[in-house]
């Protein structure tokens, strides 16, 4: 009897999960930003992980974020760039909302900025076709995915003087 009952509530538990919905992504063209470049709704309903964005930080195949930026701290990370700034406090310079809208697309809050844009798929001054030569065609994969860039921001958030 306890048996029959077990199933029944695994039974009944199976059907409420497969009826509520999945956890959805912010689409990078639907992303709100405010007037200083600041995202506030976060990209993902899935909260920042810091140990997967220190690792997307210092991934050449997703992030490469260190090609450019160095942390003091990070001595694991060989070639560490100088083209942007050092981000040793950028917990501390930036909020949240603020760092979302950097990584997601810098030029919203620094228009000079070098930096690509993480979290966009059109507006780009030249996309290439990958290794082609070829120009690229709008609307093109994010180089992160809503998930990525939100680990990401809970890493640089760590980062405080």
């Known amino acids: ?6 199933s029944a509530v695994l039974a009944a538990l199976l059907a409420l999960a497969s009826a509520m919905p999945l956890a959805a992504d912010t689409a990078p063209q639907d992303v709100a930003f405010g007037e200083y470049g600041s995202i506030e709704t976060p990209l993902s309903d899935t909260a920042g992980d810091p140990e997967k964005g220190a690792e997307i930080y210092a991934d050449k195949g997703s992030g490469n974020c260190v090609a450019c930026h160095a942390i003091s701290d990070r001595s694991d990370a060989e070639f560490q760039g100088t083209i942007g700034p050092a981000l040793d406090g950028a917990g501390d310079r930036w909020d949240e909302a603020q760092l979302r809208g950097i990584v997601a697309d810098a030029k919203k809050t620094f228009p000079e900025s070098m930096m690509p844009g993480f979290y966009k798929t059109s507006g780009f001054i030249r996309p ?12 093109l994969p994010p180089l992160l995915t809503a998930q990525q860039v939100e680990d990401v921001i809970a890493y640089l958030a760590t980062l405080k003087e």
Do not use: N, V, W, Y
């Not at 009897?1 to 077990?6: E, F, G, I, W």
């Not at 290439?128 to 609307?139: I, K, L, M, R, V």
């Open 128 to 139: 290439g076709d990958a290794f082609t030569g070829d120009a690229g065609s709008e609307p």
């Open 1 to 6: 009897m306890l048996r029959h009952a077990t």
